[in-house]
């Protein structure tokens, strides 16, 4: 029996380098803070988030070896307390004896609770590990604020169908440690599918060719043919006519749907990407967005729909929560239209990169009053009944309008003071 271990195509062409690593280039670019950091030694302890198989623990692995550092790498889920002080313990004694910094490699750090995470605080300021967690959920929200506010955050995006590509052309003519030395023909098409369908997973795009090359057959011609139909049998989505210009047609069409107050549309659209192996967060987040976008202050329900609906999906999974989904996608469409917040938005953003040398008005400023009432010459609008007209803004734009009610759903009900002149 053959009990030779056999590793992934992924884990084997796991880039080494900088050169090798594909995609995060927000991050990773020349120039950015964390090419910086790496490059001057600087680096501190940080956390990496972002969709599976977009390179977290890649590049924290390209980090710890770039820095010619100790570096070990645990898991939350199997790890524990005793773990983490014998890691300390360990680097403490390197830093002491060698002087060699250690980085503590952690996946899925969110999984660890407050006394795990306690644990390490205080290696992590006095610098004797330096700490890289790496996670799919967002860190503000899954993870312990003590160690949050002593990390820098990284945010991870899906990798692009162009960068996956690169990859999976390098898996195909690596001989060392891809499938070089096997006799691959790929077609253009196939190449393509499997850049696109596995939706920014780098790791799965990785692991799809290897299947396909795996159970394909060698041809008469002593070659083994990839060609678009084997591409498709090896992913995990279903097999539709969508791909990548069809799937942005489709989320275009959605959107404008909605937009349009199209039910028919936006629910044919939204079923047609899910039917295609489109993951249904995606819908729902664009919904949530569209909810304020194009619904905003004309009934407010849009929002909170949309955002339950969203919260429904990811607890229920599918198909129970393509229920309030649709549910939500229904009301939206009916709701009355209003863009007045993303142009009171767009307006308040020109204002705030064009005035930086804006001042906050004394009245508003956070320093201690001299005056008997309490609250200085900032007039305390409970004091006065709920409202009392004073000036927020800074002097320069202070009599500026942002936000302009219209003349749709319950948005027509509100009057602004503004408008009446009592501000």
């Known amino acids: 029996m053959n009990n030779i271990k056999r590793v992934p ?52 692995n390209i980090i710890a070896n770039t820095l010619k550092a100790n570096y070990v790498k645990i898991n939350a889920v199997t790890s524990g307390v005793g773990d983490a002080k014998a890691i300390i313990e360990r680097a403490r004694s390197d830093k002491a004896m060698f002087g060699n910094d250690t980085f503590l490699i952690l996946d899925e750090c969110h999984r660890w609770n407050k006394a795990q995470s306690d644990c390490v605080l205080e290696a992590i300021e006095d610098g004797s590990i330096f700490f890289i967690g790496t996670t799919t959920e967002n860190p503000y929200t899954s993870m312990t604020r003590a160690i949050v506010s002593r990390c820098r955050i990284f945010e991870f995006k899906s990798i692009t169908s162009k960068d996956i590509k690169k990859a999976l052309v390098r898996a195909l003519n690596d001989k060392e440690n891809g499938l070089g030395n096997m006799p691959v023909v790929c077609s253009e098409e196939a190449l393509d599918y499997l850049s696109f369908a596995c939706g920014g997973d780098l790791r799965n795009s990785l692991n799809s060719l290897e299947l396909a090359v795996m159970t394909s057959p060698i041809e008469k011609d002593k070659k083994i043919h990839l060609t678009l139909e084997v591409a498709q049998q ?36 939204s079923q047609r990407l899910i039917k295609a192996g489109c993951d249904p967060m995606i819908i729902a987040r664009r919904l949530v967005a569209h909810s304020s976008e194009d619904v905003g202050m004309a009934d407010s329900n849009a929002l909170l729909l949309s955002t339950s609906a969203m919260y429904a999906l990811e607890k229920m999974g599918q198909p129970e929560g393509l229920i309030p989904l649709s549910h939500a996608i229904i009301y939206v469409c009916e709701a009355e239209k209003s863009n007045s917040v993303i142009n009171a938005m767009h307006l308040a953003g020109e204002d705030a990169e064009k005035n930086t040398d804006n001042k906050v008005p004394n009245h508003l400023k956070n320093h201690p009053s001299t005056n008997s009432d309490g609250h200085g010459n900032y007039k305390y609008p409970h004091d006065y009944g709920g409202y009392v007209k004073q000036q927020y803004l800074p002097d320069s734009l202070k009599d500026r309008i942002y936000y302009k009610p219209s003349k749709n759903g319950k948005e027509k009900n509100l009057i602004r003071k503004k408008f009446k002149g009592e501000i």
């Open 234 to 269: 090896s992913t995990d989505r279903k097999v539709l006519s969508l791909d990548e210009n069809m799937y942005y047609d489709f989320l275009s069409a959605f959107c404008k749907s909605l937009r349009g107050s199209d039910v028919e549309g936006a629910l044919y659209y």
């Open 9 to 60: 195509l992924a884990e084997k062409m796991r880039p080494k380098t900088f050169e090798d690593f594909v995609g995060q280039e927000h991050i990773v670019g020349e120039n950015t803070l964390l090419y910086r950091a790496i490059k001057y030694g600087t680096l501190g302890s940080c956390i990496f988030y972002g969709p599976p198989g977009t390179g977290k623990t890649t590049l924290a």
